[in-house]
């Protein structure tokens, strides 16, 4: 391999690896959006409050801007319920249709606008990172097509995110159009995992590999599995929490918890079944590991981080829910997921490795 085809390489993983930790510290400032109550700072989209420089005060809008955002969240809604209406989706678009919380518009609150404005720009910013991934792939072409192919993947998923995150501006944050564009946030870390490992087989040794009991895969892809459900179940928790909330004025914070219900409960419950599952990953992992290597660093990084979202669910569970916690349980727990996809691509590799080896 030539110095500058190595050169390209590693330039792309290093421009590749900045839009990841971009698009993470973008889930955390949405965490922070959500924790504050600030979704609706801006009721318009792409502009906030028409402008590309939000007001500061209420005195810079007109006197009827609730009626005239309201409009015009209705009339986009009603375009998004006839295209579920002809997308086969008839039943969800009449009920999107019939919800009468859409309908509901918030009061001018320079704080949240200017919060949710923030989010918006770095959203921005991470697809200009994305496009340029793409723009720096172009010259792998010749020594992997997936890179380029992901990349653009990866640019259209961003495209479609944002989207979806003005939908969710138009409904009102609609609970489950919240929790499908969390998802595609993870679904993009994903895909960019993927492309700048691809990115590193370039440069990796195939004897620098050790393989490992192909077992130990199927128990990660199990954990990932359920750590993902776990995930979904928390973002049900948080949307009984928001009902609670609203329905006590915001405040006896401390109550909260209590009276969300069942759905904490599962929550509350299924993470002792994923921790089990965890220890018995990790006695194995570490079991037939090499010290010393990629792959036993990254398993280290996921045993902290597992401890801190445990911390930190715990903390909102019996202290009250306190705001700061909430952005840093919803991080980590994404941060989980993308460790163990990068464990898995790992191990992957290694399987077929050995495959290869035995053939």
Known sequence: MSPSTKKSINSYRRLSGITVVAVYFLILVGGIVRSTGSGMGCPDWPKCFGSVVPPTSV???????????????????????????????????????NDKSIQVEEEF????????????????????????TLIKSFSLW???????????????????????????????????????HMLLALALVAVLLYSHRRATRLLAEKN???????????LLLSVSF?????????????????????AMGNLLREEWVSKVGMVFLIHRSFSLVLLGVHVLYFIWAFKFSTRSTSFNNWNQALLALLVIEIASGIGMAYFGLPAYLQPIHLLFGSLILGVQFILILQLKDQTNFKTNLQV
């Not at 006839?82 to 989706?89: D, E, N, R, V």
């Not at 620098?208 to 199927?218: D, E, G, V, Y």
Request: net charge positive; glycine share 6%.
């Open 59 to 97: 005195e810079q809008l007109p006197a009827n801007y609730q009626e005239i955002y309201l409009e015009k969240r209705l009339a986009k809604n009603d375009r998004f319920v006839a295209t579920l209406s002809k997308l086969g989706f008839a039943e969800t678009a009449e009920q999107l249709a």
């Open 142 to 180: 010749s020594q992997d097509k997936w890179i380029p192919g992901t990349a653009f993947l990866a640019l259209v998923l961003v495209s479609f995110t944002g989207w979806i995150g003005s939908i969710v501006v138009s409904t009102n944050l609609l609970a489950w159009m919240i929790t499908f």
């Open 109 to 132: 609150n320079a704080t949240k606008t200017w919060i949710e404005y923030i989010n918006r720009l770095i959203g921005v910013v991470i697809g200009l990172l994305i496009l340029a």
């Open 208 to 218: 620098s590999t050790h393989p490992m009991p192909k077992k130990i895969l199927w």
């Open 226 to 246: 359920l750590m993902l459900i776990q995930v979904v179940l928390g973002t049900q928790v948080r949307e009984g929490i928001d009902r609670v909330s609203f």
